[in-house]
C-alpha cells in the first residue's frame, strides 16, 4: 500500500480529493523504445509551443517562478492531442500496409495507400482528440469516423466535420461511447480504431499516442535549460483519463535529468485518478454531472497508464468549474494568455495545493521553487463558450 495524507480509505476533504505519495519521486520509469520527436518535427507547422512566464502568478503563489507551456497553438489546431494522434496514426497506417516506420516523412506514407482502399480512422472523443484523428486523416487523404457523447455542443461537431471526419453522437457518457466506437470497427479490416485510452487487449495505440505527448515534456526539458533555470520542482498535469499524466511520469521517472514533483489535476466531478489512487486500485466514478473541463470529464483511469499513474504521481488534486474559470480569467486576462478550462485547470489545481501549508509542505514547494503549468488547450477548443475568455 503506497503511503497516501490523507488516509487513503477516508479523505479528509473530498471536495477536492487530495492525494500525496512521498516516494514517487524514487519510482523508476521502463526505458522508451523509441522517441516520436524526429516524427513531429517532420510535420508540417511543427515548432515547439511557448513556455510562458507568469510573475504574477509567481508571486501570488510565494514560488520564484511559474512557467506555462502554452499548447493553444499545436500545429494549427488548439490543444496538444495532435502529439499523440499523429504519431499513433503513423504508426497504426504503416502497420495496416506492412511498411517499414523508420521513414517519418509522411508525404510518402500517403502516397502508399492504395487509393481503393477506404481505409478509414475510428475514434471516440470530447472534441480534441477526436478532431486531430480527423487532421491526420485529412493529410493522409482517408477517411475518419468520430464518436462523440452526450454534452458536446453543435460548435464542436462542426470544428470536426470541418476537418472531413463523419460524427456519430450520443446517446450516453465517455465511456460508452469509446465501447461504441470499438465494437464498431470488429471484423472491419479496414477501419483502425485510434483511441486514446487502454483496456486489456487494446493497448499498443493508445502506447503509440503516449510516446507521442513525450515530446511536450521533452520540449519543456529544452526551453527550461534555455532559459538558463537550473531545475524544475512543480509539473501541474491536466488529466482525463490520464494518458498525457502517464506520459509525463515515464518522462520524468525516466530520461528526463529533472525530477519534479508531478501534481495531477481532474475536475472534482470526474476525479477517476485521484479516486484510483486513493483506492490503490483503478475505481471508474460516475461523469453525469457536465463540468466546464468538458476534455477531463472522464470516469476511468487508463489501464495502460495506470501502473505509471500508481508509481510515478506524487500528488491530485480535483479543482471545481469555478476555481477553473477564476484560474482561466486571470490567466487569459492577467497573463495574455489564451486558454481554455481545461488548461487552466493546471492553475487552478497549483492553487488549491498551496492553499494549505501542510500540502505545501509535503511537495517541498519553498520561495526559491519553479512551477510548470502544462496549459492543455486554447480556448479556442471550447466553441460552446460563446462570451469569450472573460467569460
Known amino acids: 500500500m503506497p503511503q497516501t495524507t490523507p488516509d487513503m480509505s477516508e479523505p479528509a476533504d473530498p471536495q477536492d480529493h487530495w492525494y500525496f505519495?512521498?516516494?514517487?519521486?524514487?519510482?523508476a520509469a521502463a526505458a522508451q523504445s523509441r522517441s516520436a520527436r524526429p516524427f513531429h518535427r517532420a510535420l508540417p507547422g511543427y515548432q515547439p509551443t511557448p513556455l510562458v512566464s507568469l510573475p504574477g502568478i509567481a508571486a501570488e503563489c510565494g514560488v520564484a517562478a511559474v512557467l506555462?507551456?502554452?499548447?493553444?497553438a499545436r500545429m494549427a489546431l488548439p490543444a496538444f492531442k495532435i502529439l499523440g494522434a499523429s504519431w499513433a496514426v503513423f504508426r497504426a497506417v504503416n502497420r495496416y500496409l506492412g511498411r517499414d516506420d523508420t521513414d517519418v516523412d509522411l508525404a510518402g506514407l500517403r502516397a502508399a495507400i492504395p487509393v481503393d482502399q477506404e481505409l478509414t480512422l475510428v475514434t471516440a472523443?470530447?472534441?480534441n482528440h477526436g478532431r486531430a484523428v480527423a487532421r491526420m486523416a485529412a493529410l493522409l487523404g482517408i477517411r475518419a469516423r468520430v464518436h462523440l457523447p452526450d454534452g458536446v455542443t453543435p460548435e464542436a461537431v462542426t470544428a470536426i466535420r470541418a476537418e472531413g471526419a463523419a460524427v456519430v453522437e450520443g446517446p450516453g457518457i465517455y465511456d460508452e461511447m469509446?465501447?461504441?466506437a470499438a465494437a464498431s470497427t470488429v471484423g472491419v479490416s479496414t477501419e483502425l480504431l485510434v483511441q486514446d485510452t487502454s483496456w486489456p487487449g487494446y493497448e499498443e495505440?493508445?502506447?503509440?499516442?503516449?510516446?507521442?505527448?513525450?515530446t511536450l515534456f521533452q520540449e519543456i526539458d529544452s526551453q527550461v535549460a534555455d532559459l538558463g533555470i537550473g531545475g524544475v520542482d512543480?509539473?501541474?498535469?491536466?488529466?482525463?483519463?490520464?494518458s498525457l499524466l502517464q506520459a509525463a511520469a515515464d518522462h520524468y521517472r525516466g530520461a528526463s535529468a529533472l525530477r519534479p514533483r508531478l501534481l495531477s489535476v481532474e475536475p472534482t466531478s470526474a476525479a477517476c485518478v485521484a479516486a484510483s489512487l486513493l483506492a490503490d486500485r483503478p475505481v471508474t466514478v460516475d461523469t453525469a454531472r457536465p463540468t466546464v473541463m468538458a476534455g477531463l470529464n472522464c470516469?476511468?483511469?487508463?489501464a495502460l497508464g495506470w501502473p505509471s499513474i500508481r508509481g510515478g504521481i506524487d500528488a491530485a488534486v480535483g479543482v471545481s468549474d469555478a476555481q477553473a474559470i477564476d484560474a482561466l480569467r486571470d490567466l487569459n486576462d492577467g497573463a495574455g494568455l489564451t486558454v481554455g478550462p481545461c488548461g487552466a485547470s493546471a492553475l487552478a489545481g497549483v492553487r488549491a495545493a498551496l492553499s494549505?501549508?501542510?500540502r505545501r509542505d509535503q511537495l517541498g514547494l519553498t520561495a526559491d521553487a519553479v512551477v510548470v503549468l502544462v496549459s492543455t488547450e486554447g480556448f479556442d477548443a471550447n466553441p460552446h463558450l460563446t462570451n469569450g475568455p472573460d467569460l
Open 21 to 27: 505519495r512521498h516516494e514517487a519521486r524514487t519510482w
Open 68 to 72: 506555462a507551456k502554452d499548447e493553444s
Open 125 to 127: 472523443s470530447d472534441g
Open 178 to 180: 469509446v465501447r461504441r
Open 205 to 214: 495505440v493508445p502506447g503509440w499516442i503516449v510516446q507521442g505527448y513525450h
Open 234 to 242: 512543480l509539473v501541474a498535469v491536466p488529466t482525463g483519463v490520464g
Open 299 to 302: 470516469g476511468s483511469v487508463s
Open 356 to 358: 494549505r501549508q501542510d
